[in-house]
C-alpha cells in the first residue's frame, strides 16, 4: 500500500472549525482514518487490477456481523452485489471483493485459517480476524451457495499451498547461504593446493555453476528486499505524514471543540432562560384559561337566569289575566256557596226522614215478627183442637157404630 493510499481526503477528512458542532476529537480521528481507509481500499482495487484477476465470480446479498451485539446481522447491501475472489499472482494470495458503487464493503484476504460455513440453505459465513468482523452471503439459490463455498474451500487449499511454499523458499535460500558461507574457504583451500585455475574449474566446475545460481537467486532477492526496504521507508514516511496532519486535525479539532463547548454553556444559559419564560408564560396561558372557563360558566349561568326570568315573567302575565277573571269568580263561588247551603238543608231534612223511615220499618219488622209469632202460637192451637175434634169424631162414629 503507497503513501498516497493512506493518505488523509481533502474533501471530508479534516476536522477543523467547520465541522459537525459537538463533534469530538476522537470522532474526527475515526472519521478521518476511515475516509484513508476507504481512499485506500479504493485506490488499492484500481491499482490491483493489472496485477489481480477475477477468478470466480457471483451475486449475492451481503452482511456484517453487528459490533455491539456479535449476534445480529447489519446488512451492507441494499440489493444483491457481485461478489469475487481474485488472484494476485505477484503476492500469490487470495481475495474476496465486493463494491456497491463506490464503497467496498468487502475486502477480504483468505487464509488457510478461514472456514466458510453453511447455515441454511441460502446463508453463508466466514469470520475475517484481519477485519474483526464475520461476513455473511445471501444468495439467490442453493446451487450458488454450494459453487461458492466449493471454490472457498479450492482457494483456500491454494492459499495453504501458496504459504508452504514460500515457507520451503524460505527455508531453502536460508541452508543455501549457510552451504555458501561454509564451502567458499574450502574452494579457496582447494585452488592453494591444486595451484591454477584450470585445475579448479575441472574439479569443482558443477558445484561452482550451483553456487553461482543460487547466489544469482540470493543477489535478486536482496534487490528484491531492498526495494521492499525502500517502499516500506516511503509508507512510512507516508504514514508520518499522514500521522502530522492527523495530530494537526486533532488540534483543530480539539480548539473547535472548546469553542462548541463555550457556544453549548451560552446556548443551555439561553435555553435555560427561555424554559423560564415558557414556563411563565404557560401559567399565564393557564390562568388565562381559567378565567375564560370562568367568563363562560358565567355567560352559560346569565343565559339560565335570562331564560328562568323569562319563564318567570310570562308565569307573572299568566297570573295577571287569571287576576281579572277572579271577581267574577268569586261571585260564581258566593252563589255555589248559597246553593250549597241549601243544598245541605234539604240533605239534612231527608236524612231526617230517613231516619224517622228506618225506623218505622224496624217497628214493622218487629210487629211483622210477634204477629208471626202469634200466628204460629195459634196454628199450634188450631191443630191441636182439630186433632181432638178429629178424635172426637172418630168416637162418634164408633158409638153409631155400636148402636
Same mark, same amino acid.
Given at each position: 500500500?503507497?503513501?498516497?493510499?493512506? %493518505? +488523509?481526503?481533502?474533501?471530508?477528512?479534516?476536522?477543523?472549525?467547520?465541522?459537525?458542532?459537538?463533534?469530538?476529537?476522537?470522532?474526527?480521528?475515526?472519521?478521518? !482514518?476511515?475516509? +484513508?481507509?476507504? #481512499?485506500?481500499?479504493?485506490?488499492?482495487?484500481? #491499482?490491483?487490477?493489472?496485477?489481480?484477476?477475477?477468478? *470466480?465470480?457471483?451475486?449475492?446479498? +451481503?452482511? &456484517?456481523?453487528?459490533?455491539?451485539?456479535?449476534?445480529? $446481522?447489519?446488512?451492507?447491501?441494499?440489493?444483491?452485489?457481485?461478489?469475487?475472489? *481474485?488472484?494476485?499472482?505477484?503476492?500469490?494470495?487470495?481475495?474476496?471483493?465486493?463494491?456497491?458503487?463506490?464503497?467496498?464493503?468487502?475486502?477480504?484476504?483468505?487464509?488457510?485459517?478461514?472456514? *466458510?460455513?453453511?447455515?441454511?440453505?441460502? /446463508?453463508?459465513? $466466514?469470520a475475517d480476524s484481519r477485519a474483526n468482523t464475520v461476513f455473511g452471503l445471501g444468495f439467490p439459490s442453493e446451487q450458488q451457495l454450494t459453487k461458492f463455498a466449493e471454490? *472457498?474451500?479450492?482457494?483456500?487449499?491454494?492459499?495453504? =499451498?501458496?504459504?508452504?511454499?514460500?515457507?520451503?523458499?524460505?527455508?531453502?535460500?536460508?541452508?543455501?547461504? &549457510?552451504?555458501?558461507?561454509?564451502?567458499?574457504?574450502?574452494?579457496?583451500?582447494?585452488?592453494?593446493?591444486?595451484?591454477?585455475?584450470?585445475?579448479?574449474?575441472?574439479?569443482? %566446475?558443477?558445484?561452482?555453476?550451483? !553456487?553461482?545460481?543460487?547466489?544469482?537467486? !540470493?543477489?535478486?532477492?536482496?534487490?528484491?528486499?531492498?526495494?521492499? +526496504?525502500?517502499? $516500506?521507508?516511503?509508507?512510512?514516511?507516508?504514514?508520518?505524514?499522514?500521522?502530522?496532519?492527523?495530530?494537526?486535525?486533532?488540534?483543530?479539532?480539539?480548539?473547535?471543540?472548546?469553542? $462548541?463547548?463555550?457556544?453549548?454553556?451560552?446556548?443551555?444559559?439561553?435555553?435555560?432562560?427561555?424554559? %423560564?419564560?415558557?414556563?411563565?408564560?404557560?401559567?399565564?396561558c393557564n390562568e388565562i384559561n381559567k378565567e375564560k372557563e370562568r367568563n363562560a360558566q358565567l355567560s352559560r349561568r346569565l343565559q339560565e337566569l335570562e331564560t328562568e326570568?323569562?319563564?318567570?315573567?310570562?308565569?307573572?302575565?299568566?297570573?295577571?289575566?287569571?287576576?281579572?277573571?277572579?271577581?267574577?269568580?268569586?261571585?260564581?263561588?258566593?252563589?255555589?256557596?248559597?246553593q250549597l247551603q241549601a243544598a245541605e238543608k234539604k240533605n239534612k231534612d231527608l236524612e231526617e226522614k230517613v231516619r224517622t223511615l228506618r225506623t218505622e220499618v224496624e217497628?214493622?219488622?218487629?210487629?211483622?215478627?210477634?204477629?208471626?209469632?202469634?200466628?204460629?202460637?195459634?196454628?199450634?192451637? =188450631?191443630?191441636?183442637?182439630?186433632?181432638?175434634?178429629?178424635? /172426637?169424631?172418630?168416637?162418634?162414629?164408633?158409638?153409631?157404630?155400636?148402636?
Open positions: 500500500m503507497s503513501g498516497e493510499e493512506l %493518505g +488523509v481526503s481533502r474533501s471530508g477528512g479534516r476536522c477543523g472549525a467547520g465541522s459537525v458542532p459537538g463533534r469530538s476529537a476522537a470522532g474526527c480521528a475515526a472519521s478521518s !482514518l476511515s475516509d +484513508v481507509s476507504r #481512499a485506500g481500499s479504493a485506490r488499492a482495487l484500481a #491499482a490491483g487490477g493489472t496485477r489481480e484477476q477475477p477468478i *470466480f465470480t457471483t451475486r449475492a446479498h +451481503v452482511f &456484517q456481523i453487528d459490533p455491539s451485539t456479535k449476534k445480529n $446481522w447489519v446488512p451492507a447491501s441494499k440489493q444483491a452485489v457481485t461478489v469475487s475472489y *481474485f488472484y494476485d499472482s505477484t503476492r500469490n494470495s487470495y481475495r474476496i471483493i465486493s463494491v456497491d458503487g463506490a464503497k467496498v464493503i468487502i475486502n477480504s484476504t483468505i487464509t488457510p485459517n478461514m472456514t *466458510f460455513t453453511k447455515t441454511s440453505q441460502k /446463508f453463508g459465513q $466466514w471454490k *472457498f474451500q479450492e482457494v483456500k487449499e491454494a492459499a495453504k =499451498l501458496a504459504r508452504d511454499r514460500s515457507q520451503e523458499k524460505i527455508e531453502t535460500s536460508s541452508n543455501h547461504s &549457510q552451504e555458501s558461507g561454509r564451502e567458499t574457504p574450502s574452494s579457496t583451500r582447494a585452488s592453494s593446493v591444486n595451484g591454477t585455475d584450470d585445475e579448479k574449474a575441472s574439479h569443482g %566446475g558443477p558445484a561452482e555453476a550451483h !553456487l553461482k545460481s543460487e547466489n544469482d537467486k !540470493l543477489k535478486i532477492a536482496l534487490a528484491q528486499s531492498s526495494s521492499n +526496504v525502500k517502499k $516500506w521507508e516511503t509508507e512510512l514516511q507516508s504514514l508520518r505524514e499522514s500521522n502530522a496532519r492527523l495530530s494537526t486535525a486533532l488540534q483543530e479539532s480539539a480548539a473547535s471543540i472548546e469553542h $462548541w463547548k463555550k457556544q453549548f454553556s451560552a446556548c443551555k444559559e439561553e435555553n435555560e432562560q427561555l424554559r %423560564g419564560k415558557i414556563e411563565e408564560l404557560e401559567e399565564q326570568l323569562q319563564d318567570k315573567e310570562l308565569e307573572l302575565e299568566e297570573l295577571r289575566k287569571q287576576g281579572e277573571i277572579i271577581p267574577e269568580l268569586m261571585s260564581e263561588c258566593e252563589s255555589v256557596s248559597e217497628e214493622n219488622k218487629h210487629r211483622q215478627t210477634n204477629l208471626k209469632t202469634e200466628l204460629k202460637n195459634f196454628l199450634d192451637v =188450631l191443630d191441636g183442637k182439630i186433632d181432638e175434634l178429629h178424635d /172426637f169424631r172418630q168416637g162418634l162414629s164408633k158409638l153409631g157404630v155400636d148402636n
